[in-house]
């Protein structure tokens, strides 16, 4: 009889295609052990009429998880990790990231096939507060509808609405085979995706050695990368409430990283960019984190967590 490892994750579309391509490398691995997926609910799935930065809670998507990882009742979970808080529960730890799909957002759109072209005052959706910020900076003139769900739901939520486009990752929509949806990868230098965004992080408890699959499926560059991004949220104390990006590459020199710290209006943004040696991840994230704090970044951080919380909008 085959040993049975439990799988754990959310159990949305795209979270359980991510368990799946992470149970598939395992299974391919270690055939003689039999990989079950599990599906667990978390707080942000219950509550989906309430915006994300208004629950204003860290792990959202991942708490539930995470506890049953620690009590024993699955024996690894996979993330998208841009959800995971950038401090691990005692016990825990990331045991692997896979290599990365192209992090950049994207616009969904009935007519316009970029930001800039988007028609004077257009109604757009997004459940981001860093893509509102980044999105109001190029085009104040528009107007943001707050929307939640999983991919496939906001993508017919969108259809079905008078909204004119809709902001959302390229990882999830290419993962999910919905790319005739696209109608533009907005580029970097227009929006800096999430920390971490388009990577799948595995984790497990810290005493456990994943009978020495992670090496299966750790992509060694992306690991680099979303350390030095991470560093960067954490020392600025960030999560889903606030507007904060950071998107690293790892090049034949070193780490390029840049970050992106808004005002949820837009009006106000500071982007910042350090590089440095592969060795050196958490210090980069680390210094970008201080660029960004002398110009401000603090200040306007406060202001959005204050102003999240007395944010009366509705969710579609």
């Known amino acids: 009889m085959k040993r049975k490892v439990k799988i754990g994750t959310r159990g949305s579309r795209l979270a359980l295609w991510q368990a799946e391509f992470v149970r598939a490398v395992f299974a391919d691995k270690a055939p003689e052990i039999e990989f079950e997926i599990v599906a667990i609910k978390t707080t942000g799935d219950r509550f989906l009429d309430t915006a994300l930065s208004k629950i204003g809670d860290k792990g959202l998507f991942t708490r539930e998880i995470e506890n049953t990882l620690l009590s024993g009742e699955i024996d690894v979970a996979v993330h998208s990790l841009k959800d995971l808080p950038?401090?691990?529960?005692e016990g825990l730890t990331i045991a692997a990231v896979a290599k990365r799909e192209?992090?950049?957002?994207?616009?969904?759109?009935?007519?316009?096939?970029?930001?800039?072209?988007l028609?004077?005052?257009?109604?757009?959706a997004t459940g981001s507060l860093r893509r509102r910020s980044q999105l109001l900076h190029l085009r104040p003139d528009v107007e943001v509808a707050e929307m939640r769900g999983n991919v496939p739901t906001r993508i017919e939520k969108f259809l079905a609405s008078d909204?004119?486009?809709?902001?959302?990752?390229?990882?999830?929509?290419?993962r999910l085979e919905l790319d005739e949806h696209i109608r533009q990868i907005i580029p970097l230098s227009e929006m800096i995706p999430a920390v971490g965004q388009g990577a799948?992080?595995?984790?497990?408890?810290?005493?456990?050695?994943?009978?020495?699959?992670?090496a299966a499926i750790n992509d060694v560059d992306t690991q680099i990368c979303v350390t030095a991004e991470r560093a960067?949220?954490?020392?600025?104390?960030?999560?889903?409430?606030?507007?904060?990006?950071?998107?690293?590459?790892c090049t034949d020199a070193g780490i390029e990283l840049q970050g992106f710290v808004g005002s949820p209006d837009g009006s106000t943004v500071i982007k910042e960019s350090v590089s440095g040696s592969r060795d050196n991840a958490d210090q980069i994230g680390a210094d970008l984190a201080a660029k960004s704090i002398e110009r401000g970044a603090n200040e306007l951080l406060d202001a959005a967590r204050t102003s999240a919380l007395e944010s009366s909008a509705e969710v579609i």
């Open 119 to 124: 028609p004077q005052n257009a109604r757009v």
């Open 163 to 174: 909204l004119d486009a809709m902001i959302l990752a390229y990882a999830g929509i290419h």
């Open 232 to 249: 960067f949220l954490r020392m600025l104390e960030g999560g889903c409430q606030v507007p904060i990006g950071a998107n690293a590459v």
């Open 200 to 214: 799948i992080a595995v984790e497990a408890r810290s005493d456990d050695d994943l009978w020495g699959l992670t």
């Open 102 to 117: 192209t992090p950049n957002d994207v616009l969904i759109a009935k007519e316009a096939s970029s930001i800039a072209e």
């Open 86 to 89: 950038t401090t691990q529960p």
